[in-house]
């Protein structure tokens, strides 16, 4: 078993793209629920885009929609964020986080956490 460590983090300008990766603990015969939450600086950590156990995808935040996606490969039990024309507001720590079944915005409901990895996009 091993904590959710994320990558693909880094600088760029506004419009361009980032991919992000998650690498989640195997749980035998069955998927986590997994979700992307974020938090810039000063600001409370919100829920972005989640992956349930059957990956049906709930998307938390409307400032991402359309730009967003969230995807499963079960071969390397990696879960990934596609992140398309990255804005300003998009800057802060990106953290991937594995909960039971079901996908909630809530914190409590995962059990694991990764590290975060930074997200600065310039203007």
């Known amino acids: 078993q091993v904590q959710p460590v994320e990558s693909g983090g880094g600088s760029v300008q506004a419009g361009r793209s980032l991919r992000l990766s998650c690498e989640v603990p195997?749980?035998?015969?069955?998927?986590?629920?997994v979700g992307w939450f974020r938090q810039a600086p000063g600001k409370e950590r919100e829920a972005v885009l989640c992956?349930?156990?059957?990956?049906?995808?709930?998307n938390f935040l409307d400032s991402v929609k359309g730009r967003f996606t969230i995807s499963r490969n079960n071969a390397d039990n990696t879960i990934s964020l596609q992140m398309n024309n990255l804005k300003p507001e998009d800057t802060a720590v990106y953290y991937c986080?594995?909960?039971?079944?079901?996908?909630?915005?809530?914190?409590?409901?995962?059990?694991?956490w990764g590290q975060g990895t930074q997200v600065t996009v310039s203007s």
């Open positions: 986080a594995a909960g039971n079944y079901v996908c909630y915005p809530d914190d409590y409901e995962y059990d694991y």
């Open positions: 195997e749980r035998t015969n069955d998927n986590w629920a």
């Open positions: 992956i349930d156990e059957d990956s049906k995808v709930k």
